[in-house]
Structure formats: C-alpha cells, structure tokens
C-alpha cells in the first residue's frame, strides 16, 4: 500500500522574513547576485564578515546612514559602501531593514513631520531655500518632494552617530560581561582544584 506523500510545509512569516534576511547576509548568495558580481570580491573578502569591537558599530551607522538615505534599494547601497568604511557587512545588510516595505509608511510620517517642525522653526531659512529657481538646489528637492525628503535627509545625519555609540558601548558591555563570566570560571576551577588538592593531601 503507497504511502501517502506528505505536502511541504507552507512557509511562515518568520520563514519568509529569514530567507530574504539571508540573501543579503550570506557570502554565497551574494556572491550569486548577478547585479553585485562586479565589486563581489571587495564586499566578500573574509576581515568584513568578522565581529570586532571596530566593523560592528561601522555596520551598524553604515546600514542606518543607507536605510534613510535611499529607503529603497538601501542594501545594495550599504554593501558597496561597506568595503570602503571596513563595516561589517551583515549588519550593515540587516540594519538597512529598518525602512521596509511595513515600516516603510510609518518612517514617512514621522520624516514628514520632521520636515515641517523643522521648517517651522526656521521660515526665513526654508523661504530663501524656496526662493532659489536652480533644478539641483536643495529647494527644488523640497518642491518636488515636500518636507518628508528633509526628514529623511536629517534621519540619514542623525541616526548613524547614535547607532555607532550605541553599539559600541554595547559591544564593550557584553565584552565585560563575558570577561567576567571567564574569571568567575577560571576562579570556581581553581577553587575547586585547591579543594580536591587539599582532600588529596588529608586522604595520604
């Protein structure tokens, strides 16, 4: 009698989310990806794939400075940017994901709201900046895209410094923690050496 075959099992929100997670941080992938095979051998070379206390934080402003700056196509950016920071390039990869396609409104809100309070605060400034008829001005940024563009732009700055502190300092704190949890081992192992020793000695 035939066994009957099983169906494979349907993929998952949390599956769907790792399999794109993985193209973009996984060596063999992207060393796949047609559109990145010109510059692979840069990005892919192994000193950007390490965690240090140096390319991790770099990873991580790299891909914030990327995920605001361009919201869309923001991981091929962070990728050509990483071999020329030495960032880490699978941080870089996932922190870009912090604009995408489900927070990708909420960011426009805020970057929107941004804009004006900024522009609010500075009329004469913004007035002049409108008053300028060049196409390559930063006004006529604003005009074609309103104050969620200078959000963005101001995202792009501030951010990244933060995130870069941010993972320092956890970076050093996780470093001191497991520094501590080797010297309480190595103490318990030496008490307990002394202890063995000693029942050794009262033992002869």
């Known amino acids: 009698m035939d066994q009957p075959t099983q169906s494979p099992p349907k993929p998952t929100a949390r599956s769907a989310a790792w399999a794109y997670l993985r193209q973009y941080t996984d060596r063999e992938s992207l060393a796949r990806n047609r559109f990145l095979k010109p510059i692979a051998h840069r990005f892919l070379s192994p000193e950007l794939w390490r965690f240090t206390r140096r390319n991790v934080p770099r990873g991580v402003a790299l891909g914030l400075f990327a995920g605001f700056v361009i919201p869309f196509g923001q991981i091929f950016l962070a990728l050509v940017l990483a071999f020329t920071v030495r960032a880490n390039v699978p941080i870089a990869s996932v922190v870009t994901l912090i604009t995408n396609p489900l927070t990708f409104p909420f960011w426009i809100w805020i970057a929107n709201r941004v804009g004006h309070k900024v522009l609010t605060i500075a009329p004469e400034s913004s007035a002049?900046?409108?008053?300028?008829?060049?196409?390559?001005?930063?006004?006529?940024?604003?005009?074609?895209?309103?104050?969620?563009?200078?959000?963005?732009?101001?995202?792009?700055?501030?951010?990244?410094?933060?995130?870069?502190?941010?993972?320092?300092?956890?970076?050093?704190?996780?470093?001191?923690?497991?520094?501590?949890?080797?010297?309480?081992?190595?103490?318990?192992?030496?008490?307990?050496?002394?202890a063995d020793l000693a029942g050794r000695d009262g033992a002869s």
Request: hydrophobic content about 50%.
């Open 128 to 194: 002049a900046m409108l008053q300028n008829d060049s196409v390559l001005s930063i006004s006529g940024l604003f005009e074609a895209a309103g104050a969620t563009v200078l959000g963005f732009m101001i995202f792009a700055v501030v951010f990244p410094p933060i995130g870069y502190f941010l993972s320092k300092w956890m970076w050093r704190l996780a470093m001191g923690r497991r520094r501590k949890k080797r010297l309480s081992r190595g103490n318990l192992a030496r008490q307990q050496a002394l």
